[in-house]
């Protein structure tokens, strides 16, 4: 499937699925969405580039490679569990900050980003990591 449409359409389809899966995991902690639908949203949008494209351009895009990512993950959410304690609750409790933004008012910034982030970098790095493994070049 390396044809000059389907190498100008992952060109282009790449970046407004990796700007919806931000979207999803910002939106997520109120809504539908979170860190691992944002992931999903971007690890598909990595397939398509892979078999488009090929391997070498989903190799560039994750410059460390997949296993500092999954380990970046996994860390951010030990941490996110321990800095409960921090903020006065227990392991993995969690806190607001609220912000007032110009243009935006009153925002409510939940902790828990930082958890669904760890999500989201977690499943990422494995969806890459998958598919560079079963469809990596030998």
Do not use: C
Not at 50 to 63: C, N, Y
Request: charged share 10%.
């Amino acid at each position: 499937m390396n044809t000059l449409i389907s190498r100008i359409a992952a060109r282009v389809v790449t970046p407004l699925a990796v700007v919806l899966g931000v979207l999803l995991y910002l939106r997520g902690h109120f809504t539908l969405g979170g860190g691992f639908l944002a992931a999903v949203v971007i690890g598909i949008a990595a397939v398509f580039r892979h078999i488009t494209i090929g391997a070498k351009s989903v190799e560039r895009l994750l410059d460390r490679g997949t296993g500092d990512v999954v380990g970046a993950g996994v860390l951010l959410m030990v941490l996110y569990g321990f800095a409960g304690y921090l903020w006065g609750g227990g392991f993995f409790a969690s806190a607001e900050l609220h912000l007032r933004l110009p243009a935006l008012g009153e925002v409510t910034v939940p902790s828990t980003l930082l958890f669904e982030l760890g999500i989201a970098l977690t499943v990422v790095g494995i969806v890459v990591a998958v598919i560079h493994e079963l469809g990596g070049e030998r």
